[in-house]
């Protein structure tokens, strides 16, 4: 069983610029969410993608987008990049299921560092 | 507005004795909680987890206690090994909110030899 896999696992980019990370959910998994960490506070929830659509968003600005495509894989787009987004980005997969919590398992993450 | 709260930055024992960690939570839609473990340069590992009908839940070394009433649940490991050194952090979801995390923001362990 393959699990959870991102890339690229470091990146720098300077403010303005855009960038792309990726995921690669856990066999069996149709959901995908994404957090971003913040050097020393815990992750933050940004969104999640079930069945290509956006299932629920946290507190981030339109300019952090994503995708879901039919593999389940995902991805995090965010664009006119800022000091501030300098952080580790998570992405976690799940089964959706209608009864119970949904076990999360994550990647070991990109860091983006935004000079 | 944090809405899971880990008081203690830090914590170090001994090897052999009980680690303690602490999580607060104001939001009285959470029903599950969850401890993640994270080690440098790899993404949080499930520890354990419990339910809101539940006040206690053990696996192997690793025991959490809710008390609701309190909004405060706790991880006691017993006996802590060195091994058990890293980050850990107090998750909550909401049944509706789609399984989606809040953390808290870590406790780093360092269980000394």
């Known amino acids: 069983e393959t699990g959870v896999t991102q890339s690229p696992t470091h990146l720098i980019k300077t403010r303005g610029q855009q960038v792309t990370l990726r995921c690669s959910s856990q066999?069996?998994?149709?959901?995908v969410s994404w957090y971003q960490q913040a050097l020393g506070q815990g992750p933050q929830f940004i969104f999640q993608y079930y069945r290509e659509e956006e299932n629920g968003r946290g507190n981030f600005p339109p300019r952090f987008s994503g995708l879901q495509f039919p593999n389940y894989s995902s991805e995090l787009n965010v664009n006119a990049l800022e000091l501030d987004d300098s952080a580790l980005y998570l992405c976690?997969?799940?089964?959706?299921?209608?009864?119970?919590?949904?076990?999360?398992?994550f990647g070991p993450g990109t860091r983006l560092t935004v000079l | 507005d944090q809405q899971v709260k880990q008081n203690s930055p830090s914590l170090s024992v001994q090897e052999g004795r009980i680690s303690i960690l602490n999580c607060d939570y104001t939001n009285s839609m959470f029903d599950y909680f969850l401890w993640y473990k994270k080690y440098p340069a790899e993404g949080p590992t499930f520890l354990i987890s419990i339910s809101s009908i539940k006040d206690k839940n053990e696996d192997g070394r690793f025991t959490v206690f809710l008390n609701k009433s309190a909004k405060h649940l706790s991880l006691h490991i017993v006996p802590s090994q060195p091994g058990d050194s890293a980050v850990y952090f107090c998750a909550a979801s909401a049944k509706r909110s789609g399984s989606r995390l809040t953390f808290g923001e870590g406790t780093q362990l360092t269980v000394n030899p």
């Open positions: 066999s069996g998994h149709n959901t």
């Open positions: 976690a997969s799940s089964l959706m299921a209608q009864s119970s919590y949904n076990e999360q398992f």
